[in-house]
């Protein structure tokens, strides 16, 4: 007689099957990847590559647009958008429709793409404070919780309710490794390593709950980039931070004030953009 495989090992084989789909998903969202991933692709060329898929050559106009990238004139080719936003952003564009998130096909968490939409803009607004381009930014913000979206297309019912506990962000993780095998931490990294994003940048994904201050431009950026997201979600909790906390991730409290309204101003278009 056979035993029943245990809910916990059931979640997990279906974890890693989900990740072997999103990796095999939507072609043209795939080979806009490979592309971008390859120094000899040319800005003409990803163009096309974009252009072979409606929505995602729409949300790349739509970001290059937005105040995020600071163009003060219409952008209207996709071309003269993929040169505005930089190949890291295209990839993060990329990266989202070829695992299914921009098509319908799985149903995201309640608050994701405010949350991804708010990261993203808070990095692009500490970019240069940590040496990184704002496209790569951008990226690194909006994607750091895709494992999110990918736990939760295996169970949606017990993720909702596990995300809905009242823990910090490294129990979640610790509940999320006993049911599925794997954080969602961890699910983003396998996923985007296999579209071979940065080393750098996959470990960033990879560890930020997992770090105090971060050691890398990349996790001090991310770290820093989600407190300035939450406190764009709660402006009133800034007079109760930390100062030496913030000064720690390069966050002046003299500037935080301006930091978090030019936060809610770019998280407004990305959403816009995303949701569009």
């Known amino acids: 007689m056979s035993l029943a495989i245990p809910t916990a090992e059931r979640r997990a084989e279906a974890l890693e099957r989900a990740l072997g789909e999103v990796r095999a998903s939507r072609p043209a969202a795939t080979r806009v990847l490979q592309l971008a991933d390859d120094p000899s692709t040319d800005g003409q060329q990803l163009a096309e590559a974009i252009e072979a898929d409606p929505m995602m050559m729409a949300q790349v106009l739509r970001l290059a647009n937005s105040a995020a990238f600071g163009m003060s004139h219409q952008v209207s080719s996709t071309q003269h958008a993929v040169s505005v936003i930089g190949f890291d952003a295209v990839r993060s564009v990329a990266a989202l429709v070829a695992a299914g998130l921009r098509n319908s096909r799985h149903a995201v ?53 596990l995300r809905t506990s009242d823990l910090d962000t ?51 950026l991310l770290l820093a980039g989600e407190v300035l997201a939450a406190l764009a979600e709660e402006p009133e909790a800034i007079t109760s931070c930390d100062p030496s906390r913030l000064e720690a991730l390069g966050l002046s409290a003299q500037v935080l004030p301006a930091m978090v309204a030019l936060t809610l101003d770019y998280r407004s278009e990305v959403l816009a953009t995303l949701l569009g």
């Open 109 to 161: 968490p309640s608050g994701f793409w405010r949350h991804s939409a708010g990261t993203a803009a808070a990095c692009s607004v500490l970019s240069g404070r940590f040496g990184l381009s704002r496209g790569e930014a951008f990226s690194l913000g909006l994607l750091h919780d895709i494992g999110v979206a990918i736990l939760q297309s295996v169970d949606p019912g017990p993720y909702a309710s």
């Open 170 to 220: 490294r129990a979640q993780c610790g509940l999320e490794l006993a049911e599925f095998g794997m954080s969602h931490a961890e699910a983003a990294a396998q996923v985007l390593a296999s579209w071979n994003f940065p080393v750098n940048f996959v470990t960033a994904i990879a560890c930020h709950h997992d770090l105090d201050l971060g050691i890398t431009p990349h996790e001090r």
